[in-house]
């Protein structure tokens, strides 16, 4: 049985000026999906993201984030921009950013209907379950970049979202720092549902379950496709200089014409 959709995008286009950047994209996000979006630089994936949370409107189409609108649910989306900048030196722990997560529209603490005393009993386990526990009372601007991501992302699940969106989360981590950062998205996908930006398909090919190429159109791939049958749709979408294909003939043999789609609403 197909499992609840949390997203859907239907036949939406976008242009930023009268320049059109994505075209008839459809697109089903649900429950326990863990997606990564690739292309090129400048295929539109980032505004793929702002799309379904609402920040821009397609020109045209449709989409619907539990049912609604984008930008009604906003507690049900979790999500980590490509590039979050602070200030080294701001005096704020690890703790304080998680739980600005806590902040409602209604006041502090007002919207989530939680003390703050529970705030931050849940921001630690927060931190805890991202492997974060002994780093908590430190200050922001003395973490590296990967224990920062970390941090970003336990803020962005203070609101208990169904979906997390994550927009190149791996860029500054090492390789041995990704392999475990993409071992604690599998953890957490058991329950929430994730889409990850990423130029690097072969590091995170073992860990998602299904991949969307973003090239202004988008081509979807499902999980039976990244074991097997991909490459030439990757071609087809002109990733070739992102993904590293000598390298994904080995690990994905077998590659096909089939596209994606179907009964699921992905194509
Ligand atoms: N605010 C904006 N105003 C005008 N054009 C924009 C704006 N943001 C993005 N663009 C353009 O839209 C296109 C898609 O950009 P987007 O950031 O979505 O791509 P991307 O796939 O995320 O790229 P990258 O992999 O480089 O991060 C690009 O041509 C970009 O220059």
């Known amino acids: 049985m197909l499992k609840k959709a949390l997203v859907t995008i239907e036949d939406v286009d976008f ?19 863990f997606i990564a979006f690739i292309g090129p630089n400048g295929g539109g994936k980032s505004t793929l993201i702002r799309l379904i949370l609402g920040l821009i409107k397609p020109d045209k189409g449709k989409i619907r984030v539990l049912g609604e609108r984008p930008g009604r649910h906003t507690q049900a989306l979790g999500y980590v921009p490509q590039n979050v900048h602070i200030n080294n030196h701001f005096p704020i722990t690890a703790l304080d950013v998680v739980l600005m997560g806590c902040l409602g529209t209604g006041g502090h603490f007002g919207q989530s209907r939680r003390t703050r005393k529970e705030c931050e009993k849940e921001a630690l386990a927060t931190l805890e379950r991202m492997g974060m526990a002994e780093h908590a009372r430190k200050k922001i601007g003395e973490l590296s970049g990967g224990q920062r991501q970390r941090v970003f992302i336990a803020r962005s699940l203070m609101t208990r979202p169904r979906l997390l969106l994550l927009d190149e989360p791996t860029a500054s981590i090492d390789s041995k720092g990704q392999r475990d950062f993409l071992n604690l998205l599998e953890t957490l996908n058991k329950d929430v549902a994730i889409v990850v930006v990423t130029h690097d398909l072969f590091s995170v090919s073992s860990y998602v379950k299904s991949v969307a190429c973003v090239n202004h159109g988008l081509h979807y791939h499902s999980e039976e ?5 991909m490459l030439e749709t990757m071609y087809a979408c002109s990733v070739e200089d992102v993904c590293r294909v000598q390298v994904l003939t080995k690990v994905l043999p077998g590659a096909g014409h089939k ?3 179907g009964d699921d609403g992905n194509s």
């Open 259 to 261: 596209h994606a789609g």
């Open 225 to 229: 496709e990244i074991k097997g049958q």
């Open 15 to 33: 242009s930023y000026n009268g320049e059109t950047v994505l075209s008839g994209i459809n697109l089903t996000i649900r429950e326990h999906d």
